[in-house]
């Protein structure tokens, strides 16, 4: 079993930045492809970024390449997301996930954090 713990989000205007961390503990981290996914108010939760255990490999939805950024600290069993000028849209709770599997045109996820909101105000 997979424990995950997200802290970092908060309230932020428009154009700031925040940087969201997710401590796991359980298994051996390092061996796990590790994702963030977001909720907004109304929606299905939906796709941020992953990266792979050796952070070779980083795919990250079209809304927020170029702006966030996902890394990994396995000697800390962290995995982080720089989020850079923000959007309003981008106004969701965000899950860290673990053991994150691409699945034809969709991941699945072995293990959840419970989240952390992240509100950007215009």
């Known amino acids: 079993q997979v424990q995950l713990v997200e802290s970092g989000g908060g309230l932020v205007q428009a154009g700031g930045s925040l940087r969201l961390s997710c401590v796991a503990s359980?298994?051996?981290?390092?061996?796990?492809?590790m994702g963030w996914f977001r909720q907004a108010p109304g929606k299905e939760r939906e796709f941020v970024a992953v990266?792979?255990?050796?952070?070779?490999?980083?795919p990250y939805a079209d809304s927020v390449k170029g702006r966030f950024v996902i890394s990994r600290d396995n000697a800390k069993n962290t995995v982080y997301l720089q989020m850079n000028s923000l959007k309003p849209e981008d106004t969701a709770v965000y899950y860290c996930a673990g053991q994150v599997t691409k699945r034809g045109g969709s991941y699945e996820v072995d293990y959840w954090g419970r989240g952390t909101q992240v509100t950007v105000s215009s």
């Open positions: 990266i792979g255990w050796s952070s070779g490999s980083t």
């Open positions: 359980g298994r051996t981290f390092s061996n796990y492809n």
